[in-house]
Nanobody, 123 residues
Framework: QVQLVESGGGLVQAGGSLRLSCAAS????????MAWFRQPPGKEREFLAT????????YYTDSAKGRFTISRDNAKNTVYLQMHSLKPEDTAIYYC????????????????WGQGTQVTVSS
């Protein structure tokens, strides 16, 4: 089992920045690929970015490219999502997720999930 806890969400003005964190405990964090998803109000959960176990590979959905950066610190068992130039449409609950293999953008492929952290971007 891997337990994931997100933090760092909150209320920010449009154009601002936030850094989300996801702390992992349980099985060895460094063997898991990690990802960030988000779920806007009334919409489906959508993939944002993923990072390989070593941190050497990343992949972003088009909406995240250029504004969001995923990173990890295996010594701290933490994955991050740095977000810049936030827009009201970025308002959502943000989730981190884990799976053994890197490369999936599909929600169903991820084995472990956090409870989510709310990000609200005001205009």
């Amino acid at each position: 089992q891997v337990q994931l806890v997100e933090s760092g969400g909150g209320l920010v003005q449009a154009g601002g920045s936030l850094r989300l964190s996801c702390a992992a405990s349980g099985r060895t964090f460094s063997i898991y690929a990690m990802a960030w998803f988000r779920q806007p109000p009334g919409k489906e959960r959508e993939f944002l970015a993923t990072i390989s176990a070593s941190g050497g590979n990343t992949y972003y959905t088009d909406s995240a490219k250029g504004r969001f950066t995923i990173s990890r610190d295996n010594a701290k068992n933490t994955v991050y999502l740095q977000m810049h130039s936030l827009k009201p449409e970025d308002t959502a609950i943000y989730y981190c997720a884990a799976r053994p293999l890197f490369g999936s953008t599909l929600r169903r492929d991820y084995d472990y999930w956090g409870q989510g952290t709310q990000v609200t971007v005001s205009s």
